[in-house]
């Protein structure tokens, strides 16, 4: 029987939560120390710089680590590593607009070491300092951080609505108890109320999946992401990370566009022929070998079911712009230009030079049209893919479910 959805995920959760997973995740890095201070500072400094390749990260990480920090991030901070009297060596970063990581300048690494040293001076750690303030206030452990660290560049504010990657990754690797990766040192924030740590790629991953449909990155989205991961792993959601790093990992990759491009030639000159060639697409339609976990949006766009819920969507969507047509000319008026009418003259309205265009879109490659028309384009695309996954799920959860009578 094939795996469900939910099974697919604990799966692969068990798969890549192992102690393994460290050598190659930025994590490595407070992993060295032994110290909760040192643990605390070296995972919200690699935290806050985690954005972009991982490889990236881990070696800017590793220079702050072994450069800057030379060992002893909390000395580092509070001032212990100068002359009696002397400021911390941070201080000489101060206002400085050399480049430090990506967008950050070392005048914001500064800004983020006064902030630590705030706390660090007025708290025995931060996880007390978060306390103090939840005891105040009555906050939570991110609303906390964003209010303890909201200054400086990289620490979303409030009326961002930003999902807080860093900060709930940082969070993670903090409050998960009894993980091979995470510390779980903190009691300040309940693993059942930690978010997933939400980035593009977790977004994407997380969309193709179905857990949201949602396609702003912010904060409700993660929420949402969040909710679905808590039906599976009730007392742990956060877990959820490490399924979609092994989704992604093992079917998280698109083919290509001229791999989808190929596939839908083939279905576009079946529906052409009809006959016996359009009876074997139809057959094809429902034959889905692999667990829908296992799908790649490539897998999805490539799949007959996907080519006839187009074709229906570009039918009717053409099929209500002519009735609008013979509306507007009944009255004397004229239709404004739209991107349906462009691309149904240049043939791109038809499913299968269609599906190759969503992908480009989505892929960020295609070129010829507006944002505007791409968004249009992307809706659409998303409306057929939405259907057929919805019909996927369907369809396995039936199978699934099924006693094996209907095979006799």
Not at 60 to 87: L, Q, S, T
Not at 198 to 220: E, N, W
Not at 263 to 279: I, N, R, S, V, Y
Request: charged fraction near 25%; include cysteine.
């Amino acid at each position: 029987m094939a795996f469900t959805l939910n099974e697919n995920l604990k799966r692969w959760a068990e798969q890549y939560e192992t102690a393994e997973f460290i050598k190659s995740d930025p994590v490595q890095i407070p992993h060295r120390y032994d110290s909760r201070v040192n643990i605390e500072i070296s995972a919200f400094v690699t935290a806050w710089i985690a954005w972009g390749a991982r490889k990236q990260i881990i070696k800017k990480a590793d220079f702050i680590d072994r450069e800057i920090f030379k060992g002893e991030p909390y000395h580092y901070i509070v001032g212990n590593n100068v002359a009696p009297g002397a400021a911390p060596e941070w201080e000489q970063y101060k206002g400085s607009k050399e480049s430090f990581y990506r967008t950050f300048t070392y005048g914001d690494f500064a800004d983020l070491c006064a902030r630590l040293y705030d706390v660090y001076t007025s708290a025995e750690s931060m996880e007390a300092a978060i306390k103090k303030a939840h005891e105040t206030n009555g906050e939570t452990a991110l609303a906390t951080l964003q209010s303890l660290f909201g200054s400086v560049n990289g620490i979303p504010d409030f009326e961002t609505q930003s999902a807080c990657k860093r900060l709930c990754l940082f969070l993670r690797w903090m409050c998960r108890k009894g993980s091979p990766v995470d510390f779980g040192l903190w009691d300040v924030c309940d693993p059942r109320n930690l978010i997933i740590p939400l980035d593009t790629h977790v977004h994407k991953q997380a969309i193709r999946l179905g857990l949201t449909t949602r396609r702003t990155p912010d904060l409700r989205t993660a929420i949402e992401i969040t909710d679905c991961f808590a039906e599976i792993f009730p007392n742990d959601p956060a877990k959820g990370d490490f399924a979609l790093f092994g989704y992604g990992i093992n079917k998280g990759t698109a083919a290509g566009v001229n791999e989808i491009a190929e596939a839908t030639k083939e279905l576009t000159e079946a529906m052409k022929k009809g006959g016996k060639a359009q009876k074997k697409a139809n057959e094809a339609i429902a034959a889905v070998p692999v667990p829908v976990a296992d799908l790649s949006i490539a897998d999805v766009l490539k799949m007959p079911l996907f080519f006839a819920n187009l074709q229906t969507q570009l039918t009717s969507l053409w099929n209500d712009r002519e009735n609008a047509r013979r509306k507007a000319a009944k009255v004397n008026e004229r239709l404004r230009a739209h991107v349906i009418d462009r691309m149904h003259n240049v043939g791109d309205w038809e499913p299968g030079k269609f599906t190759v265009l969503f992908a480009s879109v989505l892929d960020k490659v295609a070129t010829g049209y507006s944002s505007s028309e791409r968004a249009f384009i992307r809706t659409v695309g998303m409306g057929a893919f939405n259907e057929t996954m919805k019909k996927l799920l369907a369809d396995e959860k039936a199978r699934n479910n099924s006693d094996g009578d209907d095979k006799q």
